[in-house]
């Protein structure tokens, strides 16, 4: 099973919302003091209306008209404390709110980080963007304003409940019928709002990622005047998730109203029946007016959980789409207790009998049966056709993927006993497609080891022809690149991404068309720091150009995931099979030149 199919039936079985918890298990001491202060809130406020039907019943009389300014004076006390414990609750409700989003934040990234590469194969960049940003701020919403007044709107109403039952058992028992007739719809509406909420943010889940991979793209959307088109792709993108909010709204709505009618009506009932008791001289004008009051804190605290409900929904669903992604595993581990290679490592790199097809595609395999040993500091030239498994060698030495049979190893250890963090930190990769970051110069080169110095990374960067096109830039190597180094030229990538490997200094160095964006003449001087790089490491290379090529120890034929030929430049011309036939067709070079090159 792969990770995306874990991913999707995840959405089954997790309780997300509970694996939360631990997140606000680690600020005990704020949750403790927003609960002590929302509590307070809450019993204070319980209070006022006592205070009211005592200056009713009491101070309106002209016996006891000197008492009027205490009541006044209670009331005035209550709201002070009211307000103290308010924005004492709101601080810290907020606090824990942003706090917990932070650290969820950032163990979702740690964990995005850990993954296989098979996952990435499938899941789209916006997509998790998305999750990064639009669900945490839903869950902030909840941990932070909706779930402190969900809380303090329960607290009154029990409170209020409470206080109803004691001032009047007879109104109370009439107001607690109307309580299903509340609850019900927001246990049905409950269920339905969640699921539309969780299709709403899965619809804008996509059209963010739609939106990320355009704008990555956008010079090519440019090139081929494609501009109206994805504008309208995503027009009908977010038009989507628009239609699946609003569905999400309407149920909202109707729970909304439903709740608002009922609550209403018990209001007016209550009050109708508590002036015939006043009438009757059952019970005094401040005792209803407190009964009255607990009543509407108790349905407004109904009224105000029914919306509150909808947002918790909401962020029930937010926090569902990132409890799945903690809970995925990696298809890329390090066993319980991993060998260590030396350091540095040898070189000595073994492929035995491994086949592999990439995730997704079981029934194209890549790789069949093949097997080579490389030796400590040899260097070896990777010649073939397209799609006949080059790049693929590389993926599984750098274990981005395990074989479906057979296995790698590096200095006789199987890379699967082996952490990625140890078996990556003794190669150096310089691919095809370079990836360059949107910060300095100095910073994309020192991804390859943060400690270096200033100077290490200039030094790398003059070994690999980059200093003096750095030097030229308006801040130099404290330029910022743009997004994936748009503002540079294809070449001027390479070599950052050359200065960077040359930075990192491992024994085992993969080139895969490292200077295949670079001009003759700055290839020619590359090459001379790449040769000088290569001395006494294991280096494997994928080339087409012959220079690059000549002068390995040996050249592997790699066609249909099998290893067809080896041997050196001369003996495989010689041989006149497919390294011969994709010399005259690539090279297009002549035996003369062959000759005054090798010489």
């Not at 009541?71 to 924005?87: C, D, E, K, R, T």
């Not at 639009?134 to 009154?156: C, E, H, M, V, Y």
Request: aromatic fraction near 6%; charge should be neutral; charged fraction near 15%.
């Amino acid at each position: 099973m792969t990770q995306t199919d874990t991913f999707k039936e995840s959405r089954k079985t997790l309780s997300p919302l509970f694996t939360l918890i631990p997140y606000l298990a680690k600020h005990r001491k704020k949750v403790i003091a927003a609960l002590l202060a929302l509590v307070t809130a809450a019993a204070v406020l319980l209070v006022l209306p006592v205070s009211i039907r005592l200056m009713i019943d009491n101070g309106f009389s002209s016996s006891s008209a000197s008492h009027i300014n205490d009541y006044f004076s209670l009331i005035i006390a209550v709201i002070i404390i009211m307000a103290i414990a308010g924005s004492l609750r709101y601080y810290f409700v907020m606090w824990i709110g942003e706090r917990v989003v932070q650290e969820l934040r950032a163990d979702v990234f740690q964990h995005l980080t850990t993954l296989g590469a098979d996952f990435f194969d499938k899941e789209k960049s916006g997509e998790l963007v998305s999750r990064l940003s639009a669900d945490t701020t839903l869950i902030k919403s909840a941990f932070g304003a909706s779930a402190s007044i969900a809380l303090r709107q329960f607290l009154t109403l029990l409170g209020a409940i409470t206080m109803m039952v004691i001032t009047s058992s007879y109104l109370s028992f009439i107001a607690l019928i109307a309580i299903p007739c509340i609850v019900l719809p927001l246990l049905a509406f409950g269920r339905m709002l969640k699921s539309r909420s969780r299709t709403a943010q899965d619809s804008l889940a996509t059209a963010m990622a739609n939106a990320s991979e355009v704008l990555s793209g956008m010079r090519t959307i440019q090139a081929y005047n494609n501009e109206q088109y994805a504008t309208t792709s995503f027009r009908s993108k977010t038009q989507e998730a628009f239609a699946a909010s609003l569905h999400a709204i309407r149920a909202r709505s109707v729970l909304i109203g439903t709740i608002i009618i009922v609550v209403a009506s018990s209001i007016v009932g209550i009050l109708w029946v508590g002036a015939s008791e006043v009438v009757s001289n059952d019970m005094s004008g401040g005792e209803l007016t407190q009964f009255l009051i607990y009543a509407i804190m108790a349905a407004g605290a109904v009224s105000e959980l029914s919306q509150v409900w909808g947002e918790l929904t909401q962020a029930a669903g937010a926090a569902e789409r990132l409890s799945e992604l903690l809970a995925l595993p990696s298809s890329i581990t390090a066993p319980a207790k991993p060998e260590q290679l030396t350091t540095p490592a040898k070189g000595n790199i073994e492929f035995q009998q491994v086949g592999f097809a990439y995730p997704g595609a079981r029934q194209r395999p890549i790789l069949n049966n093949m097997s080579l040993t490389i030796q400590p500091g040899e260097t070896i030239a990777l010649v073939g056709p397209s799609g006949a498994g080059k790049s693929t060698l590389f993926q599984l030495l750098m274990r981005y993927y395990d074989p479906n049979t057979g296995y790698v190893a590096l200095d006789g250890i199987k890379l699967h006993q082996l952490s990625p963090q140890n078996l990556r930190d003794q190669i150096a990769l310089v691919p095809q497609d370079t990836t360059i970051f949107g910060s300095s110069i100095a910073e994309n080169i020192a991804l390859a080891n943060p400690e270096a110095t200033r100077a290490d990374i200039e030094q790398a960067a003059k070994h690999a022809l980059a200093h003096d096109f750095i030097s030229a830039l308006p801040e130099g190597y404290d330029t910022i690149v743009g997004e994936r180094g748009m503002t540079l030229s294809g070449g001027q990538r390479q070599r950052i991404a050359i200065a960077r490997a040359l930075l990192k200094n491992a024994p085992v160095l993969l080139l895969d068309e490292a200077t295949s964006a670079l001009d003759a003449e700055s290839e020619k001087l590359v090459q001379k720091a790449l040769d000088q790089l290569m001395i006494g490491r294991t280096t494997l290379i994928i080339a087409h150009r012959l220079s690059t090529v000549l002068k390995a120890d040996r050249i592997l034929v790699i066609d249909g995931g099998k290893l067809v030929e080896a041997g050196t430049h001369a003996e495989l011309v010689k041989h006149d099979g497919i390294y011969a036939k994709l010399a005259k067709m690539q090279f297009k070079e002549g035996a003369q030149a062959i000759n005054e090159s090798l010489t």
